[in-house]
Protein backbone atom coordinates (compact mmCIF):
# COMPACT_ATOMS: atom_id res chain seq x y z
CA UNK A 1 0.00 0.00 0.00
CA UNK A 2 1.02 4.12 -0.66
CA UNK A 3 2.86 5.37 2.80
CA UNK A 4 0.58 8.25 3.87
CA UNK A 5 2.25 11.64 2.71
CA UNK A 6 2.51 12.91 6.56
CA UNK A 7 3.60 16.79 8.23
CA UNK A 8 3.25 18.62 5.19
CA UNK A 9 5.27 20.01 2.39
CA UNK A 10 9.29 20.08 2.84
CA UNK A 11 10.00 23.11 2.06
CA UNK A 12 8.99 23.89 5.60
CA UNK A 13 12.35 22.97 6.53
CA UNK A 14 14.09 25.30 4.20
CA UNK A 15 11.90 27.74 5.59
CA UNK A 16 12.56 27.13 9.14
CA UNK A 17 16.45 26.99 8.65
CA UNK A 18 16.43 30.18 6.93
CA UNK A 19 14.63 31.59 10.18
CA UNK A 20 17.31 30.13 12.34
CA UNK A 21 20.32 31.57 10.40
CA UNK A 22 22.42 34.35 11.28
CA UNK A 23 24.84 36.92 8.77
CA UNK A 24 28.61 35.64 9.42
CA UNK A 25 27.59 31.85 11.38
CA UNK A 26 26.68 29.18 10.47
CA UNK A 27 23.92 27.05 11.44
CA UNK A 28 22.76 24.14 12.75
CA UNK A 29 19.92 21.35 12.76
CA UNK A 30 19.51 18.00 14.40
CA UNK A 31 17.48 15.61 12.99
CA UNK A 32 15.94 12.62 13.54
CA UNK A 33 14.56 10.68 10.17
CA UNK A 34 11.62 8.09 10.83
CA UNK A 35 12.36 6.24 7.57
CA UNK A 36 9.48 3.89 5.81
CA UNK A 37 11.50 1.02 5.80
CA UNK A 38 8.73 -1.01 8.20
CA UNK A 39 5.84 -2.71 9.31
CA UNK A 40 2.66 -0.47 8.29
CA UNK A 41 -0.74 -1.58 8.89
CA UNK A 42 -4.18 -0.44 6.83
CA UNK A 43 -5.90 2.62 7.87
CA UNK A 44 -6.76 2.35 11.67
CA UNK A 45 -9.29 5.45 11.29
CA UNK A 46 -6.34 7.09 13.17
CA UNK A 47 -6.23 10.84 11.85
CA UNK A 48 -3.00 11.69 10.26
CA UNK A 49 -1.05 15.05 10.91
CA UNK A 50 -0.97 16.81 7.22
CA UNK A 51 0.76 19.85 8.27
CA UNK A 52 4.58 20.32 10.04
CA UNK A 53 3.93 20.08 13.89
CA UNK A 54 4.87 21.93 16.55
CA UNK A 55 6.54 19.81 19.30
CA UNK A 56 8.49 22.99 21.38
CA UNK A 57 9.56 26.25 20.40
CA UNK A 58 12.38 24.99 17.93
CA UNK A 59 11.46 21.38 17.32
CA UNK A 60 9.04 20.30 14.61
CA UNK A 61 7.88 17.50 13.36
CA UNK A 62 7.81 17.77 9.31
CA UNK A 63 9.54 16.98 5.78
CA UNK A 64 13.09 16.82 5.28
CA UNK A 65 13.88 18.13 0.91
CA UNK A 66 14.43 14.72 -0.78
CA UNK A 67 18.11 16.00 -1.12
CA UNK A 68 19.06 16.53 2.87
CA UNK A 69 16.58 12.83 3.09
CA UNK A 70 19.63 11.62 0.95
CA UNK A 71 22.41 12.75 2.70
CA UNK A 72 20.76 11.70 5.97
CA UNK A 73 21.01 8.29 4.55
CA UNK A 74 24.79 8.43 3.09
CA UNK A 75 25.88 9.95 6.47
CA UNK A 76 24.55 7.03 8.27
CA UNK A 77 25.21 4.08 6.20
CA UNK A 78 28.67 3.06 5.56
CA UNK A 79 28.61 2.81 1.51
CA UNK A 80 31.84 -0.09 1.46
CA UNK A 81 34.88 0.12 -0.63
CA UNK A 82 35.24 0.89 -3.42
CA UNK A 83 32.13 3.37 -2.97
CA UNK A 84 28.53 2.38 -5.07
CA UNK A 85 25.47 4.49 -5.39
CA UNK A 86 22.60 2.69 -3.04
CA UNK A 87 19.32 2.33 -4.98
CA UNK A 88 16.93 2.56 -1.95
CA UNK A 89 13.47 1.08 -1.92
CA UNK A 90 12.55 3.58 1.40
CA UNK A 91 12.34 6.82 1.65
CA UNK A 92 11.02 9.19 4.88
CA UNK A 93 7.81 8.92 6.42
CA UNK A 94 8.56 12.15 8.52
CA UNK A 95 11.81 13.72 10.39
CA UNK A 96 11.87 15.20 13.81
CA UNK A 97 13.78 18.33 13.62
CA UNK A 98 15.57 20.72 16.27
CA UNK A 99 16.97 24.09 14.87
CA UNK A 100 19.27 25.18 17.40
CA UNK A 101 20.81 27.82 14.84
CA UNK A 102 24.11 29.48 15.23
CA UNK A 103 26.21 27.89 18.45
CA UNK A 104 26.55 30.13 21.39
CA UNK A 105 29.65 30.31 23.97
CA UNK A 106 29.88 27.03 26.41
CA UNK A 107 26.96 25.66 24.28
CA UNK A 108 26.98 21.46 23.38
CA UNK A 109 27.50 20.65 20.06
CA UNK A 110 27.18 16.95 19.74
CA UNK A 111 23.98 15.25 18.28
CA UNK A 112 20.98 16.39 20.31
CA UNK A 113 23.83 17.33 23.26
CA UNK A 114 20.21 17.74 25.63
CA UNK A 115 18.32 15.16 25.25
CA UNK A 116 15.58 16.76 23.66
CA UNK A 117 14.56 14.68 20.28
CA UNK A 118 15.70 11.29 22.90
CA UNK A 119 12.89 12.49 25.16
CA UNK A 120 10.60 12.97 21.96
CA UNK A 121 11.54 9.15 20.99
CA UNK A 122 11.06 8.05 24.83
CA UNK A 123 7.92 9.05 25.25
CA UNK A 124 6.02 8.61 21.75
CA UNK A 125 7.11 4.55 22.01
CA UNK A 126 4.60 5.38 25.41
CA UNK A 127 1.84 6.97 23.06
CA UNK A 128 2.35 4.73 20.29
CA UNK A 129 5.17 2.31 19.55
CA UNK A 130 6.92 2.53 16.30
CA UNK A 131 9.80 1.18 14.35
CA UNK A 132 11.71 4.76 15.12
CA UNK A 133 15.26 4.70 16.54
CA UNK A 134 18.49 6.19 16.41
CA UNK A 135 19.73 4.59 12.66
CA UNK A 136 18.78 7.98 10.70
CA UNK A 137 20.22 10.78 13.45
CA UNK A 138 22.53 13.00 12.05
CA UNK A 139 23.25 16.91 12.50
CA UNK A 140 23.40 19.62 9.92
CA UNK A 141 25.52 22.50 9.18
CA UNK A 142 24.34 25.45 7.26
CA UNK A 143 25.94 28.21 6.36
CA UNK A 144 24.96 31.89 7.29
CA UNK A 145 22.13 32.05 3.88
CA UNK A 146 21.27 28.74 4.56
CA UNK A 147 23.02 26.29 2.41
CA UNK A 148 23.89 23.49 3.14
CA UNK A 149 27.72 22.58 4.85
CA UNK A 150 27.36 19.46 5.63
CA UNK A 151 26.00 16.61 7.64
CA UNK A 152 27.55 14.38 10.94
CA UNK A 153 25.82 11.36 11.70
CA UNK A 154 24.85 11.03 15.78
CA UNK A 155 24.10 7.63 17.50
CA UNK A 156 23.26 5.93 14.32
CA UNK A 157 24.57 2.10 15.44
CA UNK A 158 23.80 -0.25 17.98
CA UNK A 159 21.15 -1.69 19.54
CA UNK A 160 18.86 1.68 19.60
CA UNK A 161 19.31 1.54 16.23
CA UNK A 162 15.95 0.36 14.99
CA UNK A 163 12.59 -0.25 17.57
CA UNK A 164 10.26 -3.12 16.27
CA UNK A 165 6.67 -3.69 16.51
CA UNK A 166 4.46 -6.36 16.08
CA UNK A 167 2.76 -6.96 12.57
CA UNK A 168 0.75 -5.62 11.38
CA UNK A 169 1.02 -1.76 13.20
CA UNK A 170 0.32 1.46 12.15
CA UNK A 171 4.02 2.91 12.07
CA UNK A 172 3.12 6.46 12.35
CA UNK A 173 1.77 8.64 15.54
CA UNK A 174 -1.32 10.62 14.31
CA UNK A 175 -2.23 14.18 15.20
CA UNK A 176 -3.89 12.68 18.82
CA UNK A 177 -0.42 11.39 19.42
CA UNK A 178 1.17 14.20 18.81
CA UNK A 179 -0.34 16.54 20.90
CA UNK A 180 -0.02 14.01 23.49
CA UNK A 181 3.49 13.85 22.95
CA UNK A 182 3.68 17.25 23.09
CA UNK A 183 1.57 17.82 26.30
CA UNK A 184 4.77 15.05 27.59
CA UNK A 185 7.06 17.54 26.64
CA UNK A 186 5.86 20.02 27.96
CA UNK A 187 4.64 18.62 31.69
CA UNK A 188 6.10 15.31 32.44
CA UNK A 189 8.93 15.44 34.76
CA UNK A 190 10.71 11.54 33.87
CA UNK A 191 13.70 11.99 36.87
CA UNK A 192 10.64 12.95 39.57
CA UNK A 193 9.18 9.45 39.15
CA UNK A 194 9.16 6.82 42.15
CA UNK A 195 12.24 4.51 41.56
CA UNK A 196 9.79 1.60 40.87
CA UNK A 197 8.17 3.64 38.14
CA UNK A 198 11.76 4.76 36.87
CA UNK A 199 12.53 0.76 36.48
CA UNK A 200 9.66 0.02 34.51
CA UNK A 201 10.11 2.86 32.46
CA UNK A 202 14.04 1.89 31.51
CA UNK A 203 12.56 -2.04 30.73
CA UNK A 204 9.68 -0.25 28.40
CA UNK A 205 12.60 1.46 26.34
CA UNK A 206 14.81 -1.40 26.07
CA UNK A 207 12.03 -3.74 24.86
CA UNK A 208 11.02 -1.64 22.73
CA UNK A 209 14.32 -2.33 20.60
CA UNK A 210 14.26 -6.10 21.15
CA UNK A 211 13.72 -8.15 17.76
CA UNK A 212 13.21 -11.47 19.84
CA UNK A 213 9.81 -11.55 21.10
CA UNK A 214 10.76 -13.65 24.19
CA UNK A 215 13.18 -11.05 25.32
CA UNK A 216 10.79 -8.51 24.97
CA UNK A 217 7.97 -10.24 27.11
CA UNK A 218 10.53 -10.90 29.59
CA UNK A 219 11.28 -7.32 29.89
CA UNK A 220 7.88 -6.36 29.89
CA UNK A 221 7.07 -8.87 32.58
CA UNK A 222 9.98 -7.41 34.57
CA UNK A 223 8.33 -4.54 34.11
CA UNK A 224 4.95 -5.32 35.74
CA UNK A 225 7.07 -6.52 38.24
CA UNK A 226 8.84 -3.43 39.28
CA UNK A 227 5.94 -1.69 39.71
CA UNK A 228 3.82 -4.48 41.60
CA UNK A 229 6.53 -6.92 43.08
CA UNK A 230 6.95 -6.29 46.79
CA UNK A 231 9.02 -8.33 49.89
CA UNK A 232 8.27 -7.56 53.48
CA UNK A 233 11.39 -8.81 55.41
CA UNK A 234 10.22 -7.35 58.74
CA UNK A 235 6.83 -9.84 58.29
CA UNK A 236 7.59 -13.03 60.17
CA UNK A 237 4.88 -14.55 58.14
CA UNK A 238 5.85 -15.73 54.43
CA UNK A 239 4.03 -13.61 51.91
CA UNK A 240 2.74 -14.51 47.89
CA UNK A 241 5.45 -15.54 45.90
CA UNK A 242 6.34 -13.41 42.70
CA UNK A 243 3.79 -15.29 40.68
CA UNK A 244 0.84 -14.82 42.44
CA UNK A 245 1.72 -10.94 43.39
CA UNK A 246 1.89 -10.58 39.69
CA UNK A 247 -1.34 -12.62 38.46
CA UNK A 248 -3.42 -10.87 41.12
CA UNK A 249 -1.65 -7.40 41.04
CA UNK A 250 -1.69 -7.00 36.82
CA UNK A 251 -5.45 -7.67 36.81
CA UNK A 252 -6.17 -4.70 39.24
CA UNK A 253 -3.51 -2.29 38.04
CA UNK A 254 -5.29 -3.15 34.52
CA UNK A 255 -8.62 -1.98 35.94
CA UNK A 256 -6.88 1.68 37.01
CA UNK A 257 -5.86 2.30 33.61
CA UNK A 258 -8.98 0.99 32.09
CA UNK A 259 -7.07 -1.89 29.84
CA UNK A 260 -8.50 -5.54 29.85
CA UNK A 261 -6.51 -7.92 31.46
CA UNK A 262 -7.99 -11.13 32.64
CA UNK A 263 -7.19 -13.81 35.54
CA UNK A 264 -6.83 -15.76 32.69
CA UNK A 265 -4.41 -13.35 30.82
CA UNK A 266 -2.17 -12.68 33.41
CA UNK A 267 -2.07 -16.31 34.28
CA UNK A 268 -0.76 -17.44 30.62
CA UNK A 269 1.50 -13.84 30.61
CA UNK A 270 3.39 -14.99 33.61
CA UNK A 271 3.58 -19.37 32.36
CA UNK A 272 4.73 -18.01 28.91
CA UNK A 273 7.70 -15.73 31.19
CA UNK A 274 8.93 -18.26 33.58
CA UNK A 275 9.36 -20.84 31.08
CA UNK A 276 11.70 -18.56 28.90
CA UNK A 277 13.47 -17.23 32.42
CA UNK A 278 14.13 -20.70 33.39
CA UNK A 279 15.50 -21.89 30.14
CA UNK A 280 12.69 -23.59 28.97
CA UNK A 281 10.55 -23.99 25.81
CA UNK A 282 7.82 -21.83 25.72
CA UNK A 283 6.34 -22.81 22.82
CA UNK A 284 6.64 -26.77 23.83
CA UNK A 285 2.54 -26.92 24.41
CA UNK A 286 2.28 -26.06 20.24
CA UNK A 287 4.35 -28.67 19.56
CA UNK A 288 3.18 -31.69 16.99
CA UNK A 289 3.19 -35.41 17.29
CA UNK A 290 6.06 -35.15 15.20
CA UNK A 291 7.91 -33.33 17.63
CA UNK A 292 8.26 -30.75 15.33
CA UNK A 293 8.19 -27.14 17.28
CA UNK A 294 4.89 -25.26 16.38
CA UNK A 295 5.94 -21.40 17.21
CA UNK A 296 4.83 -19.49 14.54
CA UNK A 297 7.02 -18.81 11.44
CA UNK A 298 6.07 -15.09 11.91
CA UNK A 299 4.62 -13.53 14.70
CA UNK A 300 1.54 -11.25 14.12
CA UNK A 301 -1.15 -9.94 16.33
CA UNK A 302 -3.82 -12.29 15.72
CA UNK A 303 -1.46 -15.30 17.90
CA UNK A 304 -3.32 -15.53 20.57
CA UNK A 305 -0.12 -15.21 22.91
CA UNK A 306 0.81 -12.16 21.45
CA UNK A 307 -2.59 -10.70 22.20
CA UNK A 308 -1.97 -11.10 25.48
CA UNK A 309 1.57 -10.25 25.70
CA UNK A 310 0.22 -6.61 23.62
CA UNK A 311 -2.34 -6.13 26.50
CA UNK A 312 -0.05 -6.73 29.19
CA UNK A 313 2.27 -4.43 27.43
CA UNK A 314 -0.42 -1.33 27.31
CA UNK A 315 -0.99 -1.53 30.69
CA UNK A 316 2.67 -0.82 31.24
CA UNK A 317 2.94 1.71 28.81
CA UNK A 318 -0.53 3.34 30.17
CA UNK A 319 0.90 2.98 34.17
CA UNK A 320 4.07 4.77 33.13
CA UNK A 321 2.53 7.19 31.36
CA UNK A 322 -0.11 8.31 33.83
CA UNK A 323 2.82 8.30 36.34
CA UNK A 324 4.74 10.65 34.14
CA UNK A 325 1.97 13.89 34.88
CA UNK A 326 -0.51 12.16 38.04
CA UNK A 327 1.89 12.60 41.09
CA UNK A 328 -0.99 11.05 43.40
CA UNK A 329 -1.14 7.98 40.57
CA UNK A 330 2.52 7.52 40.88
CA UNK A 331 2.35 7.94 44.77
CA UNK A 332 1.24 4.32 44.54
CA UNK A 333 4.13 2.88 43.44
CA UNK A 334 6.60 4.89 45.54
CA UNK A 335 7.99 1.93 47.74
CA UNK A 336 6.48 -1.75 48.62
CA UNK A 337 4.20 -0.21 51.46
CA UNK A 338 2.52 1.87 49.26
CA UNK A 339 1.94 -1.04 46.73
CA UNK A 340 0.79 -3.12 49.59
CA UNK A 341 -1.33 -0.71 50.72
CA UNK A 342 -3.31 -0.02 47.29
CA UNK A 343 -2.77 -4.00 46.12
CA UNK A 344 -3.47 -6.22 49.52
CA UNK A 345 -3.38 -9.37 48.73
CA UNK A 346 -5.24 -11.67 51.86
CA UNK A 347 -5.05 -15.41 52.22
CA UNK A 348 -4.40 -15.71 48.24
CA UNK A 349 -6.39 -13.11 46.96
CA UNK A 350 -6.45 -9.98 45.99
CA UNK A 351 -8.03 -7.09 48.45
CA UNK A 352 -8.89 -3.53 47.36
CA UNK A 353 -8.14 -0.77 49.39
CA UNK A 354 -11.45 1.28 48.63
CA UNK A 355 -8.99 4.73 48.70
CA UNK A 356 -6.85 3.13 46.20
CA UNK A 357 -5.74 5.00 43.60
CA UNK A 358 -9.63 5.46 41.14
CA UNK A 359 -13.14 3.94 41.10
CA UNK A 360 -13.36 0.00 42.29
Known sequence: MDMPRLFGHDTFFGEQVQRYSAGGSNSFVHVLLHSTNG?????????????????????????????????????????????????????????????TGPSA??????????????????????????????????????????????????PCRGITEQAFTIPHHRNWISRKECEQVKDLLANANPKGLPDKVARAHWNVQHAAYQYFFEVRALLTVSALEALLNTRNPSSKRRGPG???????????????????????????????????????????????????????????????????????????????LRCLTDHEFAAIFASDSSVEKHFPITDGHLGINPGAGGPD
Open 242 to 320: AGAQFKRRAVRLAELVEVTLTPDDANEIWDHRSDIAHGRDPWASRRSGRDESQRPLELTKDDKTVRKYLRAEQVLRATV
Open 39 to 99: DTAPDDNAVQCVEPFELTERMWICRLPDDLRDFVYQACESPGVPYQNAFRQYGQLYTIALF
Open 105 to 154: PGQLSGWDAYGHITQFVAFSQLVHPTSIGFGNSVRFTFGPNGGFIRADPG
